[in-house]
């Protein structure tokens, strides 16, 4: 079932088994605002289950460029399709978001976006990876960090 998420008023409809399910629905409602901001697009969950499709493109991904298997299990997906941009998030019950942005029609603006919920640890596969800190009014402190696709999905 779907979910359209509120950055208004901020739930952990679809996270609870998240040990920072508070925090991880923050980084989510973070992202519906900006899409919304952004784009007047409204951001829409589904649970894992049902995008197995998608999860297995981002982990494809993931693998081929840079050898990175996510060790934490996905609760939900969103796939956003916007101004030529196919835009799929992962989020993780570790607090963990991934998120491909792959223009369609610009193959070297193509990157993987990873983004830590506050209270979560840099996982070990993402050890390598510098992030940046970002203050957020819904999500607190959000740890980033990216890689630039170079192959074709």
């Known amino acids: 079932m779907s979910y ?3 950055f208004v008023n901020v739930s ?3 996270l609870e088994s998240s040990p920072v399910a508070d925090a991880l629905a923050g980084l989510r409602a973070n992202e519906a605002r900006y899409f919304k901001n952004k784009y007047d697009v409204v951001f829409t969950v589904e649970p894992a289950a049902a995008c197995e499709q998608t999860i297995d493109w981002v982990h494809r991904i993931l ?3 840079r050898q990175i298997v996510i060790a934490s299990p996905p ?3 969103a796939v956003m399709e916007v ?3 196919r835009w799929p998030y992962v989020f993780y019950q570790s607090g963990l ?6 223009p369609r029609d610009d193959p070297k603006k193509r990157a993987v976006g990873f ?3 506050e209270g979560m640890e840099i996982p070990a596969e993402l050890s390598s990876f510098k992030f940046a800190r970002q203050r957020s009014k819904l ?3 959000i740890r980033g960090s990216y890689f630039v696709i170079k192959g074709e999905y």
């Open 4 to 6: 359209e998420v509120d």
């Open 12 to 14: 952990t409809v679809g």
């Open 63 to 65: 693998l081929v460029e």
């Open 75 to 77: 609760l939900e997906v």
């Open 83 to 85: 101004e030529q941009i």
């Open 97 to 102: 978001a991934v998120n491909v942005l792959y």
């Open 115 to 117: 983004k830590l919920s």
């Open 139 to 141: 999500a607190g402190t």
